[in-house]
């Protein structure tokens, strides 16, 4: 299938701009939109993919971190897939990936992730559900908490190198978290331009225990604040949050945010009345099975062996049997083994993020394993509810 299409980077001025133009029809936005976001990812960063000589589509290319039983893990996220109409059906999305997970392996990479238009289309190069995406809101109304027990200091000076080391430590006891790419970031903090946001440090200025970004939107049915990012670091933090958020009951009716879709600050409201208001899935890839399982972390209690049969029908060095020995938080991989769990490198993904244990992906029939060696993956891959806070 890929032998009809070319795969390279995106370097000439007539492919920027045709680019631009597949982005712009694909994602329904302006041309000006579309090349702000090239610029802002970086053209060294995208990837495209000619069919006939023409320009067929392409896609970005985030590297980051993400964090995994408290281990930075590097990960590329995949984001603004586009194929030319002409194109689709044709192929050409389908070998543009496979392409681009080859190019990641070669460069060590270990994991991918992306957010789908259509999962059947990443299904079929290796990537499988692995986390949560969560809106919840609630109405100010109902928030009822009074105590403050720190005070909130606005933030003049707006960069992300203000927040940087306070999500960092989030980020660390989060898993699935993002170390995030500086076009997230820029994202984060630069406003548009119909919007005005504000930025708190939860604590004193000197040693903050958290912050909040919000706006603030006029709506139909009831003015909203819209949480953009959140740090909360101990009970205190999470107090004062709440406390911070009832206080603009009198202009403001509810308050989005995103977070887990099993969300421990909702444990501080008085009813269960924070509601999801809308949830999706992000897909994760393991690219390089072996430096995959050695980086991530474990539970620091468990000392484990998991006899793994893999299967990969892209990437060749990841297929075979593999033996996974944790002991104090940390993984060993040797090839060889029985093969007492028998997985397609796609199922791999949910056991890894622990969306979903390995008896739940037996019954769904994605997965083959004996009795031990699912409770060993079930011990191994024990983990909280794996979510991001960001879309790209």
């Known amino acids: 299938m890929t032998a009809q299409f070319e795969y390279s980077t ?3 001025p007539q492919d920027i701009q045709q ?3 597949i982005l712009e029809q694909c994602f329904l936005s302006p041309l000006s939109a ?3 976001y090239i610029n802002q990812i970086g053209i060294e960063n995208f990837r495209i993919i000619r069919g006939l000589e023409q320009l067929a589509g392409g896609l970005a290319t985030l590297n980051m ?3 995994w039983g408290g281990v930075r893990v590097p990960m590329t996220g995949i984001a603004a897939v586009g194929i030319a109409p002409e194109y689709r059906g044709s192929g050409a999305a389908i070998a543009l990936m496979q392409h681009t997970l080859k190019e990641l392996y070669e460069r060590g990479i270990p994991l991918s992730a992306l957010y789908p238009a259509v999962q059947s289309l990443y299904r079929k190069v290796g990537y499988e559900q692995g986390g949560s995406w969560c809106n919840w809101e609630v109405a100010t109304k109902n928030i009822q908490v009074r105590e403050q027990p720190l005070p909130l200091q ?4 707006i960069n992300h190198q203000v927040f940087h080391e306070l999500y960092q430590q989030q980020a660390r006891q989060t898993h699935g978290y993002l170390d995030r790419h500086p076009a997230i970031w820029e994202r984060l903090i630069q406003p548009d331009e ?5 930025a708190y440090f939860i604590g004193s200025k000197e040693k903050p225990q958290g912050y909040i970004l919000f706006s603030q939107h006029p709506a139909e049915d009831g003015a909203i604040l819209r949480i953009k990012d959140w740090v909360i670091l101990t009970d205190a933090a999470a ?3 709440w406390s911070f958020l009832a206080s603009h009951r009198s202009q403001i009716d509810k308050v989005r945010w995103r977070s887990s879709a099993i969300d421990s600050l909702t444990l501080l409201l008085p009813e269960q009345t924070a509601k999801l208001k809308n949830t999706m899935r992000w897909m994760l890839r393991i690219v390089d099975v072996v430096k995959a399982l050695e980086m991530r972390g474990y539970p620091s209690g468990i000392q484990a062996e998991l006899h793994l049969e893999i299967q990969d029908n892209l990437l060749d060095a990841n297929n075979g049997k593999f033996i996974l020995s944790v002991a104090n938080g940390r993984g060993e991989v040797t090839k ?3 093969g007492e769990l028998q997985l397609d490198v796609r199922e791999l993904a949910p056991i890894y993020t622990s969306l979903f244990t390995p008896y739940h992906l037996q019954i769904a029939g994605k997965l083959h394993g004996t009795e031990t060696a699912i409770s060993a993956a079930t011990q191994i891959f024990a983990g909280a509810s794996p979510w991001m806070a960001d879309f790209f």
């Open 34 to 36: 579309e090349e702000a």
């Open 10 to 12: 995106l370097s000439h």
């Open 336 to 338: 060889g083994g029985k």
């Open 239 to 241: 107090q004062s949050f």
């Open 65 to 67: 971190g993400q964090w």
């Open 154 to 157: 606005r933030i003049v000076d």
């Open 194 to 198: 119909k919007e005005t946001f504000y």
């Open 19 to 21: 680019m631009m133009y």
